[in-house]
């Protein structure tokens, strides 16, 4: 569960960069109001994966799991977005 708080966390964080939210969404109506939206979802969702992780498993093994649930799912996360613009330069080049 932790894990899953801690990737949704890491999307939410992302998409409230202009750049990450227009890779997203091919939207150039990226208002101020959602990029503070997004980063306090992101902020909420990490803190809460972060005590449920504490909260399964103990302080010190639930931090330590949580750091490794952050480190993948940031990784995971950038290869996807990675991925995404390499597809659409794929797709506009002749």
Known sequence: MGFIVTCLGAIALSVGMKRHYRQLFHSAEFTPRKKWVARFTGC??????????MAESGTGLG?????????????????????????INNRAAP
């Open 63 to 87: 931090l330590t799991l949580y750091v490794g649930y952050l480190n993948v799912a940031v990784f995971g996360w950038a290869l996807f977005l990675a991925w995404r613009v390499s597809r």
């Open 44 to 53: 909420a969702l990490l803190t809460l994966g972060a005590y449920v992780s």
